[in-house]
T-cell receptor, first 111, second 113 residues
Framework: GENVEQHPSTLSVQEGDSAVIKCTYSDSASNYFPWYKQELGKRPQLIIDIRSNVGEKKDQRIAVTLNKTAKHFSLHITETQPEDSAVYFCAAEGNDYKLSFGAGTTVTVRA | EPEVTQTPSHQVTQMGQEVILRCVPISNHLYFYWYRQILGQKVEFLVSFYNNEISEKSEIFDDQFSVERPDGSNFTLKIRSTKLEDSAMYFC???????????FGPGTRLTVL
């Protein structure tokens, strides 16, 4: 089955700086890569996703890049704000339509 | 905006008891999922359900687990004889075919004593 690795496990950044989270996946058949943000005790919320036919996608301060050859994808958050503090999960989905999640990155934005 | 809902928000049960977790997916969605998240760990896939049958299931989803769509709106997860290690947050999710995005419910925290 699919195995998703996520790094780092924790990330502390100064407000206004950028944050980068990296994930790798094992199944070359995976073709959909969402990123979820989870605040304490809340449901995972989709913040951005990318499909395997594109290499990069941006939505305001958030961007995701995908390298299919290397089987890795990354989340970039620019101009971080305190409300960006949360746990971020990457995930991969193949033709079985089930999500395999990474272990999560706890992001803390210091004011 | 429509959301996935789940009840109860918290369920406490004794080891060996049966529990049923309930979900109401978004109304025009046809693909349903259960995931679980043990405290401090990643979200794990349990089962997917499409066209009134199980589509995929993980190794976690053994004979103690079952899913059902008893009517046109509810989607349930039953654990027949709970174990201590079943304590986790259980998330229901749904998806509109043919789109990929899965929408998660708020979760049910299951505590097995």
């Amino acid at each position: 089955g699919e195995n998703v690795e996520q790094h780092p496990s924790t990330l502390s950044v100064q407000e206004g700086d950028s944050a980068v989270i990296k994930c790798t996946y094992s199944d070359s058949a995976s073709n959909y890569f969402p990123w979820y943000k989870q605040e304490l005790g809340k449901r995972p919320q989709l913040i951005i996703d990318i499909r395997s036919n594109v290499g990069e996608k941006k939505d305001q301060r958030i961007a995701v890049t995908l390298n299919k050859t290397a089987k890795h994808f990354s989340l970039h958050i620019t101009e971080t704000q305190p409300e960006d503090s949360a746990v971020y999960f990457c995930a991969a989905e193949g033709n079985d339509y089930k999500l395999s999640f990474g272990a999560g990155t706890t992001v803390t934005v210091r004011a | 905006e429509p959301e996935v809902t789940q009840t109860p928000s918290h369920q406490v049960t004794q080891m060996g008891q049966e529990v049923i977790l309930r979900c109401v997916p978004i109304s025009n969605h046809l693909y349903f999922y259960w995931y679980r998240q043990i405290l401090g760990q990643k979200v794990e896939f349990l089962v997917s359900f499409y066209n009134n049958e199980i589509s995929e299931k993980s190794e976690i989803f053994d004979d103690q687990f079952s899913v059902e769509r008893p009517d046109g709106s509810n989607f349930t997860l039953k654990i027949r004889s709970t174990k201590l290690e079943d304590s986790a947050m259980y998330f229901c999710a749904s998806r509109q075919v043919p789109y990929n995005e899965q929408f998660f419910g708020p979760g049910t925290r299951l505590t097995v004593l």
